[in-house]
Structures are given as C-alpha cells and as structure tokens.
C-alpha cells in the first residue's frame, strides 16, 4: 500500500504540473507574437496624441465614436495605427511628447500632426507645420534609447533609484528596440505645403530628396538595430474633400470618381519612387524586413467604390461645414464651433476633409494585417496570434 500511495503522489504531482503548463500555454496564446512594440514616425495620419500634448487644442466632436471625447487623434475614432497595435495585441501607442499617462512598454509614438519629411522653413504659426519634423523625431527615438538604456545600466549596478521607480516602471526593456516594427506614415504635408504654395512643377522637383530622407532615416535606424519596417505610402490626396476644394484645378482635371487627376499623377510618382528605393536599399539592409505598405491602393477604392465596403460617401467630408458636394470650408473646419458632425460616420471615408473616418481606417488596417497591400507580401498572422480588430 506504501508503494502504491507514493506512486498516486507522484501521479498527482506529474498531472498538477501538467495542467499549470497547459493552463500557461492557452493563457498565453492570445498573445504570442514576434514582435513586442511599435515605434512609429508620422502626422496627423497616425498622431495618437503628440501635437495635442504640446499644442492643446483639439476639442469636439473629434473621437466621439469611440474614445467619446477628444484624444488628440484627427479622427472619430481609432486609426490605422491603433488597430495595427491592436491586432498585435499590443496596447495603443503613448505619444512620446505626452508627459502624463504615457506607457512605453511596448513602444513610443513619435508622430505629431503637421509635421514634415523635411526640415520646415517656416514656423508653425507662419506656415502651419509643425517643428517636429522626421529628423527630430529620429532623435527623439534615440533619446528615448539612450534613458532606457541609462536606467537599466543603473539598475544592474544597484544604484538606488527608489526616486525614479515610479516614473521609469513604464519604460520598456531594451532588447524591445530589436523587437518592435518600426512604422513610417509621413510626407503628406510636405506634398501639401509644396504644391499649395509654388505648384506641381516644384513638388516634382523635391520628391527625391523627400523619399532620400526616409530612406535614410531607416538606414540609421537599423544601424542601430532596428530590423523590421513597415513604411506607408501617401494616399489619393487629389480625392480628399479638403484639397479638392483647397488646390486650383480645372473641372477638366477632375475623374469619373470626383478626384483630381494631375496632384494623383505627382502622388503616384512619388509611391513609384519610394517603392523602387526601398526596393534597392532592402538588398543593402542584411537580416531586415523593409515592407512597402500600399495604403494608396486601399484609400483609392473606398474613395471610387465606398460601397463595396458598407460605406456610402467618399469624397464628402462628415464632419465640417458648408454642405454640398464636399462640406468643407478652410476657414470653419472641424472643431470650428461653427462646424458640425454627421449622426453615422460609419458610412464616411472622409473625416474632416483632409484625415479618415475610424471606419475607413479600419478596413485599411485588416488589408495591413493580412498581407494584401504590402510589398513584398507580409502577413501578420504567420508571424503573432492576430487578435479582432472589431
């Protein structure tokens, strides 16, 4: 009876281990992925909150679908970098200039809303771009690096940081930078500046030197580590209610689908070029992941065919002012207490003219996810348990 009483114990034991380990694995499947953080670089297209946190300013109806009160996204609701975060199951990035209630365990959002490629030659307040241009949000990346990087030096060597456990327990380890997607959604106000003040011709004639910058910003950045980048395209600009009302053109300049056709042919040209120089440089970056994201080819169909995604208005903005084809007025944008909200932004791809409705950007991030408009083909779910985006 001894024996067999020892043998049930041990029975026991070898099935409780077993069930804590089966218990630890379904626990924990959910969230497997490859990649633990987000470091992103971009405007108004995915700031979660940067430009707010330095420039308060943004008041309602922005995020009223889903945050229901203003976060400092150019949206209703969540972007495409929101819920490229969420598919991940990572947490919605803090904005890096957002001294209170940020976390950056999983990564840092350096976008602020305006901002450039290149280095702006006017103010913010002279020419409405932000300071917070690329070059600097580079840095910004890598003082970021440099205090994570001091903190954990400190903490191996047993210095007393009993003042800074509070302020620092929201730092992220550093083997996350090897880690994390490095993501790129920047150039639109560049487009937009050039084009608005010297014309076509001129914009033409900066697109090198726009696409050489992010070019070289990845290279610096993977020389410090990074390995994996998502960089984005720009969208059908000549089919954003606020530049069709905004940018000169001729009734004849406008497609069957209500958009300009010259400024689509300029950010065309761009793509092209941005996609062949990421090309070249994905043969120079050894152990790297360089993924061209075509998010023009998806915001190009929902403008000609909202339809065929359950929207219903493509180039009229929902929230603004003035009505007709567009409801867009320069001088009583959204958040203008003279501007109103549509009741069903669900069926809008425009927001307030010039940014995307929470439901558009939705669709945009599922096509992220699953591969389909990324060059080369890259689909998350080989590579993290994707989590709903709903």
């Not at 002012?321 to 669900?346: L, Q, R, T, V, W």
Request: proline residues 5%; charged residues 15%; negative net charge.
């Amino acid at each position: 009876m001894g024996s067999v009483g020892v043998s049930w114990r041990v029975w026991k034991f070898l099935l409780g281990v077993w069930l804590v380990m089966i218990g630890m694995l379904i626990g924990s499947s959910d969230s497997l992925c490859e990649f633990e953080g987000i470091f992103n670089f971009g405007d108004s297209n995915t700031d979660t909150g940067g430009f707010n946190a330095a420039f308060p300013a943004q008041v309602s109806p922005f995020g009223m679908t889903f945050f229901k009160k203003p976060v400092g996204r150019s949206s209703d609701g969540r972007l495409i970098l929101d819920f490229l975060a969420q598919g991940l199951g990572l947490p919605y990035l803090s904005p890096y200039l957002q001294s209170i209630g940020s976390d950056f365990r999983h990564g840092a959002n350096f976008a602020s809303s305006a901002s450039t490629v290149l280095e702006p030659t006017a103010s913010l307040d002279v020419g409405g771009i932000s300071p917070f241009h690329l070059a600097i949000q580079l840095r910004q990346l890598q003082h970021f690096k440099a205090i994570v990087s001091e903190f954990y030096e400190q903490q191996g060597q047993g210095t007393n940081n009993d003042n800074k456990d509070a302020s620092y327990s929201y730092l992220p380890s550093p083997d996350i930078f090897a880690k994390s997607i490095y993501t790129f959604y920047i150039g639109q106000n560049d487009f937009t500046s050039k084009v608005s003040a010297y014309g076509i011709p001129s914009l033409r004639e900066s697109l090198p030197q726009i696409v050489s910058q992010i070019d070289a910003t990845i290279r610096e950045i993977y020389a410090e580590g990074g390995r994996t980048f998502l960089v984005f395209n720009l969208g059908p600009v000549g089919c954003y209610p606020g530049f069709l009302v905004e940018l000169g053109h001729d009734p004849s300049d406008v497609d069957e689908f209500g958009c300009m056709v010259s400024y689509n042919d300029v950010v065309d040209d761009y793509n092209n070029l941005l996609r062949e120089t990421l090309t070249e440089t994905r043969e120079n970056l050894v152990g790297a992941t360089l993924i061209y994201v075509d998010v023009h080819s998806a915001l190009l169909q929902l403008f000609r065919d909202p339809t065929t995604h359950g929207l219903k208005h493509s180039t009229r903005a929902c929230c603004g002012h003035g009505g007709g084809d567009y409801n867009f007025e320069p001088k009583i944008m959204c958040g203008n207490m003279a501007a109103s909200a549509c009741d069903d932004p669900e069926n809008y791809v425009s927001w307030d003219g010039i940014h995307f409705t929470e439901a558009a950007n939705k669709i945009v991030a599922r096509a992220i996810l699953d591969g389909s408009i990324s060059q080369p083909h890259f689909p998350f779910q080989q590579h993290c348990d994707l989590h709903p985006i709903d």
